[in-house]
């Protein structure tokens, strides 16, 4: 029964053995990442589907690899002035955004027709004749 036990835990010590990798890893790829199998070490580049990254535009940065392109994260640069009436948001896709939601109307409002009332909507005057 000694000799049985013995056999299983010289076996397992072998496969442990071949499972671990000995001596310096190699030089990593940029890209990929190195494991441990069957007691080598493999490259695994998986992620090398977008080739060598590309010189970014002015203004940007590569980002990570994305259904095999390079993603490229650009800034807005200076914040430009609003349209009348608007504000800068944020910067969004490389790009200023603009809200204009409380854009206010010129201060002589239109005549309207009877049972008519009139609203200012992002900066210009509306009638709204709905009937209740």
């Known amino acids: 029964m000694k000799f049985i036990i013995g056999i299983i835990l010289f076996t397992f010590s072998l496969y442990s053995y071949a499972q671990s ?9 940029p890209g990929c990442s190195v494991e441990c199998k069957d007691g080598s070490y493999i490259q695994n580049c998986a992620d090398q589907s977008c080739g060598p990254k590309p010189v970014p535009n002015v203004g940007c940065k590569v980002g990570d690899c994305e259904n095999g392109s390079w993603k490229m994260e650009c800034g ?11 504000k800068i948001t944020e910067c969004k896709d490389g790009k200023w955004e603009e809200d204009c939601s409380n854009r206010k109307c010129p201060s002589i409002k239109p005549m309207t ?5 009139v ?8 009638q709204n004749c709905s009937k209740k």
């Open 21 to 29: 990798c000995s001596g310096p890893k190699p030089l990593v790829v």
């Open 76 to 86: 807005c640069g200076l914040k430009p002035l609003p349209s009348k009436g608007c």
């Open 113 to 117: 027709s009877p049972g008519c009332k």
């Open 119 to 126: 609203e200012c909507n992002e900066g210009v005057w509306q």
